[in-house]
């Protein structure tokens, strides 16, 4: 995989991360319309993060991988 190529997964995984979050907010707003409690939580946005390998060291070994 090229630089070209691994920079355009990386940022199909954050748009992904993205597409995801925003349905998450979404439900929240719909949860508290309804007068329940949020469905999600802070930590259940920053496990997006994790999910789909977009923090600072899992880019990093990505960008390394193959060198």
Not at 17 to 46: C, H, K, S
Request: net charge negative.
């Amino acid at each position: 995989m090229n630089e070209m190529q691994q920079a355009a997964y990386i940022m199909a995984q954050a748009a992904c991360a993205q597409i995801e979050a925003i349905g998450m907010v979404q439900e929240n707003a719909v949860d508290i319309a309804n007068g329940r409690p949020p469905t999600y939580a802070i930590l259940d946005f920053n496990a997006l993060i994790v999910k789909y390998g977009i923090h600072h060291n899992a880019v990093i070994a990505f960008l390394n991988r193959g060198r």
